[in-house]
């Protein structure tokens, strides 16, 4: 499926259908829920919930069983399907395919079996379809794309890291040496220390 | 592109303060403005911000793979030696970014023009992404912009798949988040980020620059309780990471970080003549060189940078007809680059500055932010747009 098949079906629309806080806006529902303000009681501020699976959103009590059951089937319907383990982490990288369990194939083909792979399921696919506002939970179709584009010439970033450190040069090992040598205890004050022109680094 | 007064919310601070904005307004000065907003349309928006800002992301993303594999352009890039194998291995590995703001000089007509990449610690994101969105929820609600009205954003929803991406693959599914002290805006923007992690599913825990601590024999930089930080995002620069005390350490340690460390290529406004070099005439760059050593007083319609520098400090620029203007500040020790000089679109008494929002590959997003200046700094106001 192209990304204009997926979007076609939607209406053109260029912001987010809802956002949540899950750690600064503990202000928002209260807010929302004792009606202080008129003007805001509108604002949907989501339960931020996500989740990995059917049973674990059942298990959150936020949702009913059949809007969990109905976003999760929605959202593995969108998940990209390979012929192969190869072909698939090819795209998504070394070790994040699966073979569909006999629920997923089913859901996701209407067909028990198949023999194909899929990166294995992100919970925000479950999470981003359904939202909670101030007028009662409701589902929303939330159209996923991909974050990233695949770039073929690149590795796999988390095994990489032994790998970048066994090219460590002579040099910075006897920098490093020189860098820890006579320290017991730990050390701080290693970063932060330079001054910037309005006491900040954001640009 | 225009920009329209209209009411404010009554009851905004009120609300700003309970979403956690408390910098709203900064050593007494409005921060956060909404007065006016900046009015676009679909087409400016598709056709001329984020049409180019992809086509541009990809640019730089080609140019980085570019300068990683050449000694000679990290060197002119002033990129310390022994970092050069950690940028590189980072790219080769492909290490995932998190995000970047281009700023864009754009009046609505004609190409928009790239004045500079904040690829490494790009701030007014809660703004952006957060506050500027629930502005037009209510105006639309409150009747004060039509009810059709639009704007370009998705960035927390593309931060909240990036994050999840990520997580996925991070050990504990934990992500250190870092800032310096002292600093609410920047605590205020990581506890952002915390916030959408969270959402997506991560852990994530806090630590000050100057807590990350470091373990004799170690194999990771350390948290307060020296436990091993193996995924640390930082609101700092790589050019002063590397500088620091423990700099040398980045190398030889295992701590992923985020930005990756080829962010380094991009944070860095030598990677403006290296794009112009590169892509000569490109309709959304502008003319860009290297200063030559002892080179003369800048000519009208010319703009000099630090190569490191941030929110427009020790920017210079003389205008077409000769008007000089400068931000004072103290980056004096980088090389400098050249920029042609492209006015932003005044209107009224602001000069308005598009910031295009990218989450990993994909543009998703506008903040604008206006000055009476003709350079932008940390004290332009931050005004929220709509597309109508």
């Not at chain 2, 350390?222 to 190398?251: C, M, N, R, S």
């Amino acid at each position: 499926m192209t990304r204009d098949d997926q979007l076609s079906h939607l209406p053109h629309r260029k912001r987010s259908l809802r956002l949540s806080l899950a750690l600064m806006g503990a202000g928002a529902f209260t807010l929302t829920g004792c009606g202080q303000s008129e003007e805001v009681t509108d604002v949907s501020f989501d339960s931020p919930k996500s989740f990995q699976s059917v049973e674990e959103c059942v298990a959150a009590n936020v949702y009913t069983e059949s809007a969990c059951e109905e976003a999760y089937q929605a959202s593995i319907k969108e998940v990209p399907r390979f012929d192969s383990l190869e072909a698939c982490e090819a795209e998504h990288g070394e070790g994040a395919c699966v073979a569909p369990t006999e629920e997923q194939a089913q859901a996701a083909t209407g067909t028990s079996g198949g023999s194909w792979f899929m990166p294995a399921l992100m919970g925000y696919m479950v999470g981003n379809m359904m939202s909670r506002t101030s007028r009662g939970a409701t589902r929303q179709g939330l159209y996923q794309e991909p974050v990233y584009r695949n770039r073929q010439n690149q590795g796999n970033w988390n095994a990489a890291t032994n790998q970048a450190s066994q090219r460590v040069s002579q040099r910075q090992q006897t920098m490093r040496n020189v860098a820890t040598q006579n320290r017991q205890a730990t050390q701080r004050s290693g970063f932060g220390s330079r001054s910037s022109a309005r006491g900040g680094w954001g640009s | 592109m225009l920009r329209v007064d209209i009411a404010e919310r009554p009851n905004w601070k009120t609300l700003a303060e309970e979403l956690g904005f408390h910098f709203h307004t900064i050593d007494g000065e409005p921060y956060w403005k909404e007065s006016a907003y900046y009015q676009f349309t679909l087409e400016q928006v598709e056709r001329d911000i984020e049409a180019p800002s992809e086509e541009l992301h990809e640019m730089c993303m080609q140019l980085v793979d570019k300068v990683c594999h050449s000694n000679a352009l990290l060197q002119r890039l002033a990129i310390p030696e022994f970092m050069w194998d950690t940028i590189f291995d980072s790219w080769r590995a492909g290490q995932p970014h998190l995000y970047g703001r281009m700023d864009f000089a754009y009046s609505g007509d004609g190409p928009a023009k790239l004045l500079e990449l904040n690829y490494d610690t790009p701030t007014s994101l809660y703004e952006a992404g957060l506050f500027q969105w629930v502005w037009l929820e209510q105006a639309i609600e409150q009747g004060l912009v039509p009810r059709h009205a639009d704007q370009f954003n998705s960035i927390q929803e593309k931060l909240m798949g990036a994050l999840a991406h990520i997580g996925q693959r991070l050990r504990d599914n934990t992500l250190h988040f870092s800032c310096i002290k002292n600093n609410a805006e920047e605590r205020a923007t990581v506890h952002y980020l915390q916030d959408i992690a969270v959402q997506a599913g991560l852990k994530a825990p806090f630590i000050h620059t100057e807590d990350i601590g470091v373990l004799q024999g170690g194999d990771y930089f350390v948290d307060l309780d020296d436990a091993p930080i193996h995924a640390l995002f930082k609101l700092y620069p790589w050019e002063e990471l590397a500088q620091e005390t423990f700099g040398q350490l980045i190398p030889r340690l295992n701590t992923h970080w985020f930005e990756p460390p080829w962010k380094a290529v991009l944070s860095n406004k030598g990677i403006l003549p290296l794009l112009w070099e590169e892509y000569p005439d490109h309709p959304n760059l502008l003319p860009a060189y290297f200063e030559k050593p002892g080179e003369k007083a800048l000519p009208p319609g010319w703009v000099r940078k630090p190569f490191f520098s941030r929110e427009g400090s020790n920017v210079e620029l003389t205008t077409n007809d000769g008007a000089f203007e400068s931000v004072a500040g103290p980056y004096v020790d980088s090389p400098w680059i050249r920029q042609a000089y492209h006015p932003m679109p005044r209107f009224g008494d602001f000069h308005a500055l598009v910031g295009s929002w990218m989450v990993g590959d994909r543009a998703c997003g506008m903040g604008i932010r206006e000055d009476v200046g003709r350079i932008t700094k940390d004290s332009s106001c931050f005004v929220p747009h709509a597309i109508v």
